[in-house]
């Protein structure tokens, strides 16, 4: 057995004052919790090699592989609207990068791994129950088609962190097209050094978007990537949850499965975070934080656009652009969960109107989509009757597709998951995981993987009264 990664480190051959270089912290009795078998093979790893002791004690942190050059990355960012002029990671650790069998260069970083500079009061560790949520919750978007970091693997370290009680500590190999954030670009503008701005994004546009021009192009681009990706959150019912601009990829992947929540009973207004407690971060404000985490990136990328009242419009001109290509976006995901391959001018409306029904009665989000292909939608509402009135629109509006009702139906069965991480699940897993049983975690983690298929697993269930999971915490 080998265990070779292929590491070609681009971003620890940046400046210096773009990271500080260190190791991780060993940890004492690292234990296996699960290797995720087909991105290993994608990242050109031996899966059964990462399970043996020599991966295992890379995966903790206690040794390092061949060809890492391990580095915590600096940034800022807005918290929930306040400045934070340093963050960085604090508990999170780039080993280094490699390029995948598709192409794509992926960091792979150890969260979890030990104090860093940027650690400030905080222990650098994290305990299982985040490092489980991540997992399941990541590699599930990652099985719904929609971008996201990924999870390679996670350990116990046999050490106790201490959060309110003492809980299990973990380390999550986690995945990324890149961990440069809004908040990246937000450190060096803070500081006004529009050298490392210049260095930052010459090195995002040619790792992520070879095709754009200069740093409007960029900006352009990771507007775009923004409102595709969260219409596809909203498409699965998905709440980030700390939407902070340290948190806001601009590779447009879905990153920091801290808060997050998928609702069960829908409401626009639904948050889970316990610390969110004016609803900055609720489901439907998604793309108006999206637009203001955007300004702020626009904002750093002014000193690089030329002559600078002419650099404002521009930039200003690409952010309001959001609403319209997130509207486009947002259309073409949930007319697909319609089953509506055409355009009409009232579809908007349409879906509206199942969603303003939805939530008057709480309706089961995922169920309710999942059931239009079988005709049996009206079941996941308390009152049938508001379903059944709507329900004759849409069917008048089916039958104006051309391909006919079975093509509908196999669109909506491609575009609705009959399961996804519902919160009393991942709180199940997370709670039998540190009573030492993997079994729950592994079997919403198998189900999770095609979430599109007919199923009759109990996963697939809302939460029974006194079932519900109301509020998250942060991952720390
Ligand atoms: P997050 O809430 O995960 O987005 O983290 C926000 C900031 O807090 C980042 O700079 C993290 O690196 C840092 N942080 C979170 N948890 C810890 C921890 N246990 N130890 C050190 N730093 C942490
Ligand atoms: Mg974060």
Redesign the pocket.
Known sequence: MTLHFDFDNSYARLPDRFYARLGPTPVRAPRLIAVNAPLARALGLDADALTAPEGLAILAGNALPEGADPLAQAYAGHQFGGWVPQ??????LLLGEVVDRGGVRRDVQLKGAG?TP???M????AWLGPVIREYVVSEAMHALGIPTTRALAAVETGEKVYRERPLPGAVLTRVACSHIRVGTFQFFAARQDTEALETLSAHVIARHYPEADGPLGLLHAVIAAQARLVARWMGVGFIHG?M?T??MSVAGETI?Y?PCAFVDGYHPDRVFSSIDRFGRYAYARQPDIAVWNLAQFASCLIPLMGPREAAIAAATEAVHAFPDLFAAEWAAVFRAKLGLATEEDGDVALIGALMDRMAAVEADFTLTFRRLADGTGREAFADPAAFDTWAEAWEARLGREPGGRAAAEARMRAANPAVIPRNHRIEEAIAAAVAGDLGPFEALTAALATPYADTDSPLTAPPRPGEEVTETF???
């Not at 963050?87 to 999170?92: E, F, Q, W």
């Open positions: 963050l960085g990671d604090g508990r999170a104090p940027f650690s400030r905080g222990d650098g560790r700390v902070n340290d948190n920091d801290g942060c991952g720390t």
